[in-house]
């Protein structure tokens, strides 16, 4: 099975993977009598693809007042590589803020991937060497081996040895610090923002790429500026920093340094 480009993340549309397919969905605009469009970008992630996939559209109703389901359709044709570009009418009622575009998608039993992975998975940090040495000591050790049987086992600890420059030998155990991968809500998280929505009276499916077409000029997210106090002073712990994809709002002083929001992994700049 052929390995196709990463058409979303190239264009720097950041998908999300739900079974088989990427998604990655546009800010919904919603006019003022209720009529919206959203558009959302599909890609396989594994072929083949069982053909039953489907895309349920859920709205998160304010007060805790639970969810309304707006829209269930069958996802169009992906196979062989190919990038669908979605319009789909709605019709939102007042208040909203944010839609869930939930895949609902199963693995073909002969299905093999074609795209890269885009998952969320627990991460482990070693201690650095720097940080384990004292100047009268040298160390001498294999990491590799002693984590890899740490993580078999199931444990999150090693233990290495240590040479003083006097010749004698020092044991220690040492623990792995695990970064836990952040819960993800179940579907692609998109804004409603106000304005004037195209007019379309039913879906509309645009086939906008296939292997063996040039892709368009890829669009790179610039790494976040160094700010020098003197220049720019920090802003007050207190401030909010929003997502403007999926309006999610963090305090400043935990997300100041993040690359992409924590719920729907758009590009902060």
Known sequence: MPEYEDFLDHTGRTPREFGAVHIHVEPVVRGPSGDAVA?????SAFEPLITTDSLHIVARLTNNRGELSLKRLPLPALAAGKVV????PLSLPEGLSELQFRVESKLHP????VRPAWKLFDTLEIPKESDMRSPSMSVEFDIADSVKDSLLSGGLSFSFAVKTNAGSSLSQDVSLKRHAAREMPPGFVAAVVEGTPERLEAPRIEEVWEPGRPLPEAVLVPAPAVRREEEAPRAAAGKPRTCFACGFEGPLAEY????SCPRCDSSWL
């Open 110 to 113: 002969k299905a093999t991937r």
């Open 39 to 43: 558009t959302v970008w599909l890609q």
């Open 256 to 259: 100041d340094r993040a690359r």
């Open 85 to 88: 570009r979605w319009s789909l």
